[in-house]
């Protein structure tokens, strides 16, 4: 673990269920491959996890199991580690390439910028070549303007201890915001071509289909449909991502499917039994009881003592160790704890209600758009200025608030853009139609609940946890085994997941924590008249939402175009938020 992150944390802890294969998930890792610098529950780093991996594979090797490993996309945006540099990423992706992967792809985020799905083409393909799978997934050459599929299509191996035999799969969902340096296919069309429909033919053990894709969106019943159109039989195994939670599936008796959550906090562990192996029919009464089981490891070094059996002397390997000072080394290249202000208060993206005074959301909207969506000649008229929610990403702590803290808050490049003088009843309509998501939107390609962060996808009300203890209240100290709830007051706040197997799944037990929905845009009126409506607005929204305001202003009587947009401001968002920040908040924490 980097030297500033806390110590882990004393909890209850279940034991992982071991298979003849089994499998550690990454998903929406975001950059944060340093760890958790200020919550001590997550606080491993990318060189841990390699450490951690590597112990897994000598146990595995000592019965005679295998260990595969999955990364299933949005390993970039979303932390200084990757975002702060220039160009983005300077020692992300030789930091990455360390863990051993046996099956990789790509997510959303590696697409939506030029340079970035250049990189993914030029340094993530090759560093992980023939483990690197983009099934629907196309990169356009920008010398050549050559259509080249990203990686390879699907993998056929056979596992080192078990011998089982597997076609892998490694799938994007049906993204559009994509530049126009890459194409997506949607899946239901690749799963036509010959291609994919040869794969599933193919004589195996198992299926591993892999992809940022929601385990319980169209594009996974579409391929679990595809292969058991022609292996009725066959396990297959699911790995999801994009909607950041702790999730698992079941297809059918033999298919199963695990996400494994967001930002390094966790790390998804399944096991597979009764498998058969070696090219072996198997025993029908074997394949009979096949099981799937599933657990969600909190990403801290106490945790992974844990499940080794090792210990601080005896868990670390020499090549995880050079990986955390790798980390460590950019981190201070890139001055990541240069300190910008003191967050006064802990400010909560979907912990605390909203509007209210703990919510960031409140606080943007507020505190923050009210000062910094401003240009200087039109600084008198009266405006409305729109931001989605999904433009913030994660909590701000009581304390240091850093360059790092910077992008994990808010990574995106995106400016402020606006309309001249719409008739204000039209543009005040605006915000009431993109947050009822309504009618609208149904018959075009843009949802506007994806406005929101991605973890509402999946969670639809409200969660309201019983009082829990303060989250600072953290004690460092040795995990204890698992023991009865009503025998361990002190549990800290953390994930408890219930799944499609139960509400067993955590490694770590751990006090439920709230969870609040929040509007898919919020919106602030600045400089408005002191009586009355102004008859006219300029309408100012961060560019990343023009599509949705164009539409929600047609809807209010007002055909705008492209053509009607211009930029409001030079600065990204996050660059005026920051400002603010250094203005508003005190140097001394
Ligand atoms: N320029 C951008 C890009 C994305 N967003 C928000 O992020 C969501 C996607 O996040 P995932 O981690 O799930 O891929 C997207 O739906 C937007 O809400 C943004 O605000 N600005």
């Given amino acids: 673990e980097q030297p500033e992150a806390p110590s882990p944390v004393a909890a209850p802890m279940r034991d992982l269920p071991w298979g003849q294969l089994n499998f550690m998930q990454t998903t929406d890792t975001h950059g944060w491959h340093a760890g958790h610098l200020q919550e001590a529950q997550y606080s491993a780093d990318w060189g841990d996890y390699i450490s951690f991996a590597e112990r897994m594979r000598e146990k595995a090797d000592g019965l005679g199991a295998d260990v595969l490993l999955i990364d299933t996309g949005d390993r970039i945006e979303g932390n200084g580690l990757y975002d702060s540099t220039t160009p983005k990423g300077k020692y992300l992706y030789d930091i990455v390439k360390e863990q051993d992967i046996d099956v990789i792809c790509t997510g959303n985020h590696e697409l939506y910028q030029t340079d970035a799905a250049d990189r993914e083409y030029d340094a993530t393909v090759p560093n992980f070549k023939g483990n690197y799978l983009a099934s629907n997934l196309d990169y356009i050459k920008p010398k050549t303007g050559e259509q080249v599929p990203m990686a390879q299509r699907y993998r056929k191996f056979t596992t080192k201890n078990q011998g ?8 994007l969902f049906d993204f559009t915001g994509n530049a126009n340096n890459t194409v997506v296919q949607p ?7 010959k291609w994919f429909q040869d794969a599933i033919r193919e004589d195996v053990d198992l299926f591993v289909v892999i992809g940022h894709v929601t385990l319980n969106g169209p594009e996974y019943k579409a391929i ?6 022609q ?13 950041h939670i702790r999730n698992y599936a079941k297809y059918d008796s033999k298919a199963y499917g695990l996400q494994a959550g967001r930002y390094m906090e966790t790390i998804g562990w399944m096991s597979i039994d009764g498998i058969s192996g070696k090219g072996k029919k198997g025993d029908p009464k074997e394949l009979a009881s096949m099981s799937f089981k599933r657990r969600y490891i909190d990403n801290n070094l106490f945790g992974y003592y844990y499940h080794t059996g090792l210990n601080e002397t005896t868990f670390s390997t020499e090549h995880g160790k050079n990986v955390s000072k790798q980390i460590h080394a950019a981190r201070k290249a890139e001055n990541l704890d240069e300190l910008y202000g003191c967050a006064p208060k802990d400010l909560w ?12 959301v409140t606080w943007l909207e507020t505190e923050v758009i009210p000062v910094i969506a401003v240009k200087e000649d039109r600084k008198d008229v009266p405006r409305l200025a729109l931001t989605n929610t999904g433009a913030m990403r994660f909590d701000i702590f009581k304390g240091a608030f850093t360059r790092d803290t910077t992008y994990i808050v808010s990574p995106f490049v995106s400016k402020f853009l606006y309309i001249k003088e719409v008739p204000y009843k039209s543009a005040k309509q605006v915000l009431k139609i993109i947050n009822s998501g309504g009618d609208v939107f149904a018959f075009s390609d843009l949802e506007a609940s994806s406005l929101a962060p991605p973890e509402q996808i999946a969670i639809k009300s409200a969660t309201i946890a019983p009082s829990t203890p303060n989250q600072n209240s953290y004690q460092a100290g040795s995990q204890s085994p698992l023991m009865s709830s009503s ?3 002190d549990l800290i706040p953390g994930y408890t ?12 037990l751990h006090a439920p924590i709230s969870f609040y929905p929040i509007p898919n845009v919020v919106q602030s009126a600045i400089a408005m008249p002191a009586e009355g409506d102004p008859e006219k607005v300029d309408l100012v929204f961060i560019d990343f939402i023009k599509p949705w305001v164009l539409l929600a202003l047609r809807f209010a009587g007002q055909i705008y175009g492209e053509q009607d947009v211009e930029t409001y401001t030079e600065e990204t968002m996050t660059e005026r938020m920051v400002d603010w920040i250094r203005e508003n908040w005190k140097q001394d924490c």
Avoid: C, M
């Avoid at 292996?231 to 909607?243: E, L, M, V, Y």
């Fill in 231 to 243: 292996k009725w039989d066959t396990p297959i195994q699911f790995f999801g991502g994009h909607s």
């Fill in 164 to 171: 089982i035999r597997i076609v892998a799969f490694g799938f």
């Fill in 224 to 229: 679990f449909k595809a292969i058991r159109s």
């Fill in 187 to 193: 899946v239901e069309k690749t799963i036509k071509e």
């Fill in 349 to 360: 993206l979907n912990r605390a209600p909203y509007p209210s005074n703990d919510s960031l």
């Fill in 497 to 508: 997941t219930k799944d499609a197997a139960g509400d067993d799944g955590d490694d770590t």
């Fill in 487 to 489: 025998s361990t007051p």
